[in-house]
């Protein structure tokens, strides 16, 4: 199993940065893949951005294309998504999500098994 624990979130006001973090532990070298995802009240979860570990590869949602970078400290296990001139669209609970696929990654949901409890992101106008 894999175990994600996110943190980071915060109250910024628009045009703000926030970095979250997600740091995993547990068996680590069966997740090939992080993906950050968010959901709004209301509205349905959405894929954020993902990497693809063993590739490389990253992608990112249109709406955060510019202003979002994921990245990723192997020495500490630890996932980052850096969120730069935030906008009152982008509050939402954020959620890391581990997959084992290594080459490539998805904004589908059912692709990961392991997810982390969330961390609060409001931008406020």
């Known amino acids: 199993q894999v175990q994600l624990v996110e943190s980071g979130g915060g109250s910024v006001q628009t045009g703000g940065s926030l970095r979250l973090s997600c740091a995993a532990s547990g068996d680590t070298s069966s997740s090939g893949t992080i993906g950050w995802f968010r959901q709004a009240p209301g509205k349905e979860r959405e894929g954020v951005t993902c990497i693809a570990f063993r590739s490389g590869n990253t992608y990112y949602a249109d709406s955060v294309k510019g202003r979002f970078t994921i990245s990723r400290d192997n020495a500490k296990n630890t996932l980052y998504l850096q969120m730069n001139s935030l906008k009152p669209e982008d509050t939402a609970m954020y959620y890391c999500?581990?997959?084992?696929?290594?080459?490539?990654?998805?904004?589908?949901?059912?692709?990961?098994?392991?997810w982390g409890q969330g961390t609060q992101v409001t931008v406020s106008s």
């Open positions: 999500a581990s997959a084992a696929a290594r080459y490539y990654c998805s904004f589908n949901g059912y692709d990961y098994n392991y």
